[in-house]
């Protein structure tokens, strides 16, 4: 069975300074998929960042980036030069096989972000 | 990029009756979708996966009677609460993966909150 943990249920950061969500994952698939999502208050899911389990350098989109630490099975979050707007819920999730040709992702139970001015 | 929408994005019903809930993807063909529950400060669950063209996968301790699934095309799933009770108040969201895209991309429909009375 595959298991997301996410240890911080609520974090604040500085407008401007870089702030890293934790997430540790399991598995015993050898192939998987590690994505990070953005959930405002409004409730839709934003995309942010993804990491194949066989990609060998750390994904980066913009101000994010992902510290893929295979080893102990981490894929923190790094969010860069914080601005008000990233204040939200962030989610880490999982892909892996569920069987049957099918994939299915698997979600953490998240942390808050809040950007203090 | 790829768009899925939902309608309606709110509805209150009463206790006792049933609500359909629509899951579109407007600009690309899905095979598979997915429909989650999400309870309020809660992470996503996954209640089941919607197959074009055949029956759909429920998760585990999901009631598959009271939560009717229909994927009748590449574009549209619907998901019915029948006989809704309080306790299914929730916020559902879907989500489709396209056909012709990357094997990992899946796309968020904005929710659907659903107010049982």
């Known amino acids: 069975a595959q298991k997301i943990t996410q240890t ?7 407008e401007k300074e870089a702030v890293t969500l934790d997430c540790t994952y399991d598995t015993s698939d050898p192939s998987y998929g590690l994505f990070w999502y953005k959930q405002p208050s409004s409730g839709e899911m934003i995309f942010l960042i993804y990491q194949g389990s ?3 350098q750390n994904a980066t989109e913009g101000r994010y980036s992902l510290n893929f630490q295979k080893a102990r099975k981490s894929a923190n979050l790094v969010i860069s030069a914080s601005q008000l707007g990233d204040s939200a819920m962030y989610f880490c999730a999982m892909r892996a096989y569920s069987g049957a ?3 299915q992702l698997t979600f953490g139970k998240g942390t808050k972000l809040s950007v203090i001015p | 990029g790829a768009v899925v929408s939902q309608h309606p994005s709110w509805v209150i019903c009463k206790s006792g009756t049933s609500v359909k809930i629509e899951c579109r993807s407007l600009d690309f063909q899905a095979t598979t ?5 999400q309870f309020p400060k809660q992470s996503l669950m996954l209640m089941a996966t919607s197959n074009e063209g055949s029956k759909a996968t429920y998760e585990q301790g999901v009631e598959k009677d009271k939560f009717l699934i229909n994927h009748a095309s590449l574009t549209l799933s619907t998901l019915t609460v029948t006989s809704a009770h309080p306790e299914d108040s929730s916020f559902y969201i879907c989500s489709a993966r396209d056909l012709g895209g990357y094997s990992y991309e899946q796309y968020f429909g904005p ?7």
């Open chain 2, 111 to 117: 929710g659907t909150r659903l107010t049982v009375t």
């Open chain 1, 54 to 56: 066989y990609d060998q």
């Open chain 1, 8 to 14: 911080q249920p609520g974090m604040f950061v500085q």
């Open chain 2, 33 to 37: 979708m997915f429909w989650y529950r």
């Open chain 1, 101 to 103: 040709g099918s994939y």
